[in-house]
């Protein structure tokens, strides 16, 4: 009975660990994906490269937050939103998480290995990124930046894995999700300001200062502005770019919710984005579905 609820209560920790309590993370991820795949494919993208790069968006996720509370351990018991974490609270032990995270990323390559070399290649590039992210917190203000090249890393790699080769279109989606991730976790990072600045974290947040809602509003302006260019570009119709237009005013909905910097509403305009990356998609998908 006690060796059963020991099990129960290390799967817990794990299941914490890699945020399947919290999946927006999972579809933050997958949007610029799908919008890759779809574009690469000419909305008829294969689906054995869809079902991969979905597996490994659920699977590197999950290994880049394991790795990112590994690297943060020490710090998440001073920060309110993250003192209950599984390894600050000493649910799981660090050595299991990074067998966890090693796991996960060895599954994740497994998947990648069936697809072509470019794409094989370029994930290592990948795991690079996933892997050193969390400590660039320590290095530079700019760790959101980094995590949208995280983040972002997907998308060349999906037209590698669908076309064989990486267009100038997909650099400019890469720069949209670099672009995307800045501006949501500057949001996210608003929560975090005030114990950031005692326990000596960087952040967007920090460096932008009082300036960060003009700054992220700024961002999200030049998001729209390559959008409208890749729909330009790809001569993407109408329906296109009233995806593009409902995520714009989206964005301005986040903006009203974070004009008082109040935690609970910058969480939830950190969430909200879960909704512009699916009317991105949905334009995207109606456009070739009706093409």
């Known amino acids: 009975m006690v060796v059963e609820r020991l099990k129960r209560q290390r799967l817990r920790g794990y299941m914490l660990l890699m945020r399947l309590d919290k999946p927006v993370g999972i579809m933050l991820l997958l949007w610029p994906t799908l919008w890759a795949l779809w574009i690469a494919g000419e909305g008829n993208p294969d689906w054995w490269v869809v079902t991969v790069f979905a597996a490994g968006v659920f699977l590197m996720r999950s290994a880049g937050c394991v790795i990112n509370d590994y690297a943060d351990r020490e710090f998440d018991p001073y920060v309110e939103r993250t003192r209950n974490r599984p390894l600050a609270v000493g649910m799981v032990a660090p050595r299991d998480a990074l067998l966890l995270f090693v796991v996960l990323s060895a599954t994740a390559f497994a998947l990648v290995l069936t697809l072509n070399t470019l794409t094989i290649m370029m994930s290592f590039v990948g795991a690079a990124l996933a892997a050193s992210y969390p400590y660039m917190k320590r290095l530079t203000y700019l760790p959101q930046v980094y995590l949208g090249l995280a983040f972002g890393w997907s998308v060349p790699m999906a037209f590698a894995a669908q076309t064989d080769t990486v267009p100038i279109v997909a650099w400019l989606l890469l720069i949209v999700t670099v672009l995307w991730a800045t501006a949501y976790d500057t949001m996210y990072a608003m929560i975090d300001r005030p114990d950031d600045l005692k326990i000596g974290v960087k952040s967007t947040a920090i460096l932008f200062g009082e300036a960060d809602r003009a700054i992220t509003a700024i961002i999200q302006l030049i998001m729209l502005v390559v959008l409208l260019l890749i729909g ?32 609970m509403q910058c969480m939830r305009a950190f969430r909200n984005n879960n909704w512009v990356g699916a009317a991105i998609f949905a334009g995207l998908y109606g456009h070739y579905f009706l093409s």
């Open 232 to 263: 330009q570009r790809l001569q993407l119709g109408v329906v296109y770019f009233s995806g593009v237009l409902m995520a714009a005013l989206l964005m301005l909905h986040q903006q009203g919710l974070i004009r008082r910097r109040d935690a």
